[in-house]
Protein backbone atom coordinates (compact mmCIF):
# COMPACT_ATOMS: atom_id res chain seq x y z
CA UNK A 1 0.00 0.00 0.00
CA UNK A 2 1.05 3.26 -0.69
CA UNK A 3 1.66 6.10 1.57
CA UNK A 4 -0.81 8.28 -0.53
CA UNK A 5 -3.29 7.55 -2.85
CA UNK A 6 -4.80 9.69 -5.37
CA UNK A 7 -7.32 9.29 -8.00
CA UNK A 8 -5.53 10.34 -11.26
CA UNK A 9 -8.45 11.33 -12.76
CA UNK A 10 -8.89 13.74 -14.82
CA UNK A 11 -11.22 15.54 -13.33
CA UNK A 12 -13.08 18.36 -15.35
CA UNK A 13 -14.84 20.74 -13.98
CA UNK A 14 -16.56 24.27 -15.88
CA UNK A 15 -15.02 27.06 -15.26
CA UNK A 16 -16.48 29.10 -11.88
CA UNK A 17 -17.16 25.96 -10.74
CA UNK A 18 -15.67 24.41 -7.58
CA UNK A 19 -13.29 21.45 -8.17
CA UNK A 20 -13.17 19.25 -5.66
CA UNK A 21 -9.57 16.78 -5.01
CA UNK A 22 -8.88 14.29 -2.53
CA UNK A 23 -6.41 11.65 -1.42
CA UNK A 24 -6.15 9.14 1.56
CA UNK A 25 -2.84 8.59 3.60
CA UNK A 26 -1.95 5.24 4.84
CA UNK A 27 0.40 6.62 8.43
CA UNK A 28 -1.65 7.82 11.22
CA UNK A 29 1.81 9.30 12.06
CA UNK A 30 0.70 11.76 9.47
CA UNK A 31 1.91 15.12 10.83
CA UNK A 32 1.27 17.86 7.89
CA UNK A 33 -0.18 17.90 4.74
CA UNK A 34 0.53 19.51 1.58
CA UNK A 35 -1.12 20.10 -1.63
CA UNK A 36 1.26 21.08 -4.27
CA UNK A 37 0.33 22.14 -8.60
CA UNK A 38 2.33 21.12 -10.83
CA UNK A 39 1.91 22.70 -14.96
CA UNK A 40 3.16 20.36 -17.44
CA UNK A 41 6.80 20.27 -17.93
CA UNK A 42 7.39 22.01 -14.66
CA UNK A 43 8.16 21.70 -11.31
CA UNK A 44 5.46 21.19 -8.34
CA UNK A 45 4.91 24.25 -6.54
CA UNK A 46 3.23 24.86 -3.19
CA UNK A 47 -0.24 25.74 -2.88
CA UNK A 48 -1.10 25.50 0.58
CA UNK A 49 -0.38 22.96 3.82
CA UNK A 50 -2.52 22.08 6.91
CA UNK A 51 -1.61 20.70 10.30
CA UNK A 52 -2.81 17.90 11.80
CA UNK A 53 -5.08 19.70 14.07
CA UNK A 54 -7.31 21.70 11.82
CA UNK A 55 -8.46 23.21 8.10
CA UNK A 56 -7.28 26.22 6.65
CA UNK A 57 -8.45 28.40 4.20
CA UNK A 58 -6.28 30.68 1.67
CA UNK A 59 -8.16 32.95 -1.24
CA UNK A 60 -10.06 30.24 -3.49
CA UNK A 61 -8.29 27.31 -1.46
CA UNK A 62 -9.29 25.28 1.27
CA UNK A 63 -7.39 22.02 2.63
CA UNK A 64 -9.66 20.15 5.30
CA UNK A 65 -8.46 17.12 6.87
CA UNK A 66 -10.37 14.24 8.24
CA UNK A 67 -8.48 12.25 10.81
CA UNK A 68 -10.32 9.61 11.21
CA UNK A 69 -11.01 8.45 7.70
CA UNK A 70 -7.55 9.16 6.98
CA UNK A 71 -8.17 11.87 3.82
CA UNK A 72 -7.30 15.28 3.00
CA UNK A 73 -9.29 17.11 0.42
CA UNK A 74 -8.63 20.52 -1.26
CA UNK A 75 -11.12 22.62 -3.04
CA UNK A 76 -10.90 25.41 -5.58
CA UNK A 77 -13.74 27.84 -6.04
CA UNK A 78 -14.23 29.76 -8.82
CA UNK A 79 -12.50 27.28 -11.18
CA UNK A 80 -10.49 29.05 -13.75
CA UNK A 81 -8.87 28.00 -16.58
CA UNK A 82 -5.23 28.35 -15.03
CA UNK A 83 -5.87 26.31 -12.06
CA UNK A 84 -5.83 23.41 -14.90
CA UNK A 85 -3.10 21.45 -14.04
CA UNK A 86 -1.98 18.01 -11.71
CA UNK A 87 -2.18 18.58 -8.07
CA UNK A 88 -0.17 16.50 -5.70
CA UNK A 89 -1.04 15.86 -2.32
CA UNK A 90 1.88 15.29 -0.29
CA UNK A 91 2.27 14.22 4.25
CA UNK A 92 5.27 14.79 5.95
CA UNK A 93 5.55 11.71 8.59
CA UNK A 94 7.20 11.72 11.96
CA UNK A 95 8.94 15.59 10.66
CA UNK A 96 10.94 13.76 8.22
CA UNK A 97 9.83 11.37 5.07
CA UNK A 98 7.39 13.43 2.70
CA UNK A 99 5.41 11.30 0.60
CA UNK A 100 3.25 12.16 -2.54
CA UNK A 101 0.41 10.72 -4.04
CA UNK A 102 1.15 10.23 -8.10
CA UNK A 103 -1.58 13.28 -8.57
CA UNK A 104 -4.92 14.10 -9.88
CA UNK A 105 -5.23 15.83 -13.24
CA UNK A 106 -7.82 19.03 -13.38
CA UNK A 107 -9.11 20.26 -16.18
CA UNK A 108 -10.59 23.82 -16.09
CA UNK A 109 -13.48 24.14 -19.36
CA UNK A 110 -13.82 27.61 -20.14
CA UNK B 1 14.17 35.61 -5.50
CA UNK B 2 15.84 32.25 -3.84
CA UNK B 3 15.24 29.27 -5.97
CA UNK B 4 16.35 25.81 -6.04
CA UNK B 5 19.22 25.43 -8.26
CA UNK B 6 19.26 21.57 -10.41
CA UNK B 7 22.13 20.96 -13.55
CA UNK B 8 21.50 19.65 -16.11
CA UNK B 9 18.37 20.33 -17.26
CA UNK B 10 18.69 17.48 -19.49
CA UNK B 11 20.77 14.92 -19.87
CA UNK B 12 20.85 11.97 -22.77
CA UNK B 13 23.32 9.47 -22.34
CA UNK B 14 23.77 5.61 -23.11
CA UNK B 15 23.14 2.94 -21.13
CA UNK B 16 26.04 1.86 -18.93
CA UNK B 17 27.70 5.66 -18.77
CA UNK B 18 27.74 7.58 -15.48
CA UNK B 19 25.21 10.36 -15.10
CA UNK B 20 25.56 13.04 -12.59
CA UNK B 21 22.97 15.24 -11.28
CA UNK B 22 23.62 18.32 -9.00
CA UNK B 23 21.34 20.96 -6.68
CA UNK B 24 22.24 23.84 -4.89
CA UNK B 25 19.67 24.22 -2.13
CA UNK B 26 18.18 27.27 -1.18
CA UNK B 27 20.57 29.22 1.38
CA UNK B 28 19.08 28.62 5.14
CA UNK B 29 17.57 25.13 4.25
CA UNK B 30 18.89 22.72 6.08
CA UNK B 31 17.31 19.53 4.39
CA UNK B 32 17.37 18.31 0.60
CA UNK B 33 14.73 15.37 -0.78
CA UNK B 34 15.82 13.75 -4.16
CA UNK B 35 12.61 12.49 -5.92
CA UNK B 36 12.27 11.07 -9.15
CA UNK B 37 8.93 11.05 -11.38
CA UNK B 38 7.89 8.91 -13.83
CA UNK B 39 3.89 8.93 -15.24
CA UNK B 40 3.91 5.47 -13.99
CA UNK B 41 5.46 5.53 -10.64
CA UNK B 42 4.58 9.44 -9.93
CA UNK B 43 6.95 11.37 -7.55
CA UNK B 44 9.44 8.71 -5.55
CA UNK B 45 11.45 9.57 -2.99
CA UNK B 46 14.96 8.17 -3.29
CA UNK B 47 16.87 9.77 -0.25
CA UNK B 48 17.16 12.94 1.92
CA UNK B 49 19.41 14.86 3.97
CA UNK B 50 19.40 16.83 6.63
CA UNK B 51 22.30 19.51 8.15
CA UNK B 52 24.12 17.02 5.46
CA UNK B 53 23.70 14.07 6.73
CA UNK B 54 22.03 11.19 5.23
CA UNK B 55 19.02 10.09 6.92
CA UNK B 56 17.35 7.97 4.17
CA UNK B 57 17.82 6.50 0.78
CA UNK B 58 15.85 3.55 1.55
CA UNK B 59 14.01 4.57 -1.99
CA UNK B 60 17.16 4.21 -3.83
CA UNK B 61 18.59 0.83 -5.67
CA UNK B 62 21.57 1.01 -4.11
CA UNK B 63 23.90 -0.97 -6.28
CA UNK B 64 23.78 2.09 -8.75
CA UNK B 65 22.26 4.92 -7.02
CA UNK B 66 24.78 7.15 -4.51
CA UNK B 67 23.63 10.62 -2.84
CA UNK B 68 26.28 12.99 -1.54
CA UNK B 69 25.99 16.68 0.10
CA UNK B 70 29.78 17.37 0.26
CA UNK B 71 28.69 21.11 1.76
CA UNK B 72 25.60 22.79 2.68
CA UNK B 73 25.71 24.57 -1.12
CA UNK B 74 25.67 20.85 -3.10
CA UNK B 75 24.02 17.87 -3.35
CA UNK B 76 24.69 15.06 -5.95
CA UNK B 77 22.82 12.00 -6.87
CA UNK B 78 24.93 9.69 -8.88
CA UNK B 79 23.85 6.70 -10.87
CA UNK B 80 26.44 4.39 -12.12
CA UNK B 81 25.82 2.15 -14.08
CA UNK B 82 22.87 3.91 -15.76
CA UNK B 83 20.05 1.76 -17.64
CA UNK B 84 17.02 2.53 -20.07
CA UNK B 85 14.57 2.09 -17.07
CA UNK B 86 16.40 5.32 -14.87
CA UNK B 87 15.12 7.49 -17.67
CA UNK B 88 12.47 10.13 -15.82
CA UNK B 89 12.92 13.79 -14.32
CA UNK B 90 14.72 13.83 -11.28
CA UNK B 91 14.10 16.62 -8.80
CA UNK B 92 15.72 17.70 -5.71
CA UNK B 93 13.87 19.58 -3.09
CA UNK B 94 15.10 21.93 -0.24
CA UNK B 95 13.14 21.95 2.70
CA UNK B 96 12.62 25.04 5.33
CA UNK B 97 11.65 24.01 8.86
CA UNK B 98 8.59 25.77 9.85
CA UNK B 99 6.97 25.66 13.58
CA UNK B 100 5.97 22.32 14.91
CA UNK B 101 9.14 20.88 12.95
CA UNK B 102 7.22 20.67 9.97
CA UNK B 103 8.50 21.53 6.67
CA UNK B 104 8.15 23.53 3.19
CA UNK B 105 9.78 21.60 0.06
CA UNK B 106 11.13 24.06 -2.42
CA UNK B 107 11.05 22.08 -5.92
CA UNK B 108 14.43 22.71 -8.49
CA UNK B 109 13.00 22.51 -12.27
CA UNK B 110 14.51 18.74 -12.42
CA UNK B 111 17.10 17.32 -14.35
CA UNK B 112 15.17 15.23 -17.76
CA UNK B 113 17.38 12.31 -17.73
CA UNK B 114 17.08 9.57 -21.00
CA UNK B 115 19.35 6.58 -20.74
CA UNK B 116 19.52 5.31 -24.42
Known amino acids: QKEVEQNSGPLSVPEGAIASLNCTYS??????FFWYRQYSGKSPELIMF????GDKEDGRFTAQLNKASQYVSLLIRDSQPSDSATYLC??????????FGSGTKLNVKP | DARVTQTPRHKVTEMGQEVTMRCQPI?????VFWYRQTMMQGLELLAY????????DSGMPKDRFSAEMPDATLATLKIQPSEPRDSAVYFC??????????????FGSGTQLSVL
Open chain 1, 27 to 32: DRGSQS
Open chain 2, 49 to 56: FRNRAPLD
Open chain 2, 93 to 106: ASGLVLDRGTEKLF
Open chain 1, 90 to 99: AVNINFNKFY
Open chain 2, 27 to 31: LGHNT
Open chain 1, 50 to 53: IYSN
